[in-house]
């Protein structure tokens, strides 16, 4: 090994030679569960996981890896797609793949330090998740939606899906997340999804009738863009978001946020605040816990001196 600190690479940016990766990987039958960053590095900290012994050690856990390992044409679609660097006789990737609602989704590499990362991970899959169960309960089709905040694309994809004849706008004020959401639209089949670069709602008109968002929610000095909530104790973008939603839902429309709150001597600072917005705005709202307490490891830091568990939350506001 020439180098044992891991580094972030930039995103790709040859769409269509990422794309062509994408189809080989899933003819190839390639899947991987992507694991929390905290996860990702104990794993690969293991001694026997200090090079990639196979594709899914390659482009699922991120590991330096001998070109011989891969079939040519594979890794030659690689080095075309931008998706891989060398090192010294090593090479490492520049791209994951992670698999979804039966689909292949691209983002960042490990890590994803970088202050334009494109995450994917746990919290995306509870994300979609909260989704999904939205649309199965919901009454009216869908005619029209966004994923505020789209990072790879995977909810507002995964609805384009289920909803034929919808206009879906995946938005992002982050270039390196529409690059990855416009492969991962096509690479599903999705070709009539749009990715938009917005920031929040201000570059897309109109109303909708599902707002979709998983919003950053911590305090992270680097402020990358998919982890930094900003704010009071990194509410500042999911409030955002309720403000941006109350103003832009239709009649009989819905947001569905998946984020953290952080609860301060048992009170939620986060949930009053959507509490008083949904008031004043006469809209129907609910508020639920998923996970008590996730991401304990943060209050470590100083800025959590005063709070006491962060919890993830899934909330809906509805427009009667």
Known sequence: MTRSDPVAEPFPDNTDALLALGHALREAGYSFTTVTPATHAIVNARSQNAEARNLRDVVGWSRPFRAEILPAPLLALMREAGAVVEDGGILRPTVRFSS??????????????????????????????????????????????????????????????????????????????????RVNARLAGTDGVEARHSDMLRDVEGAFDLIVSNPPFMVDPAARAYRHGGGPLGAGLPLAVVEQAIARLAPGGSLVMFTGAAIVEGADPFRDAVAEACGRAVLDWTYREFDPDEYGEELANAVYADVERLALVVVTVTRP
């Open 100 to 181: 979804l609602d039966d689909e292949l989704f691209a983002h960042s590499s490990y890590p994803p330090s970088a202050t334009d990362a494109v995450f994917f991970g746990p919290d995306t899959m509870r994300f979609v998740g909260a989704v999904l169960a939205h649309l199965a309960a919901r009454k009216t089709p869908v005619r029209r939606a966004v994923d505020l905040g789209c990072g790879s694309g995977a909810a507002g994809i995964c609805i384009a899906k289920r909803s034929p004849g919808a206009e879906v706008v995946l938005v992002d004020i982050n270039p390196a997340a529409l690059r990855a959401a």
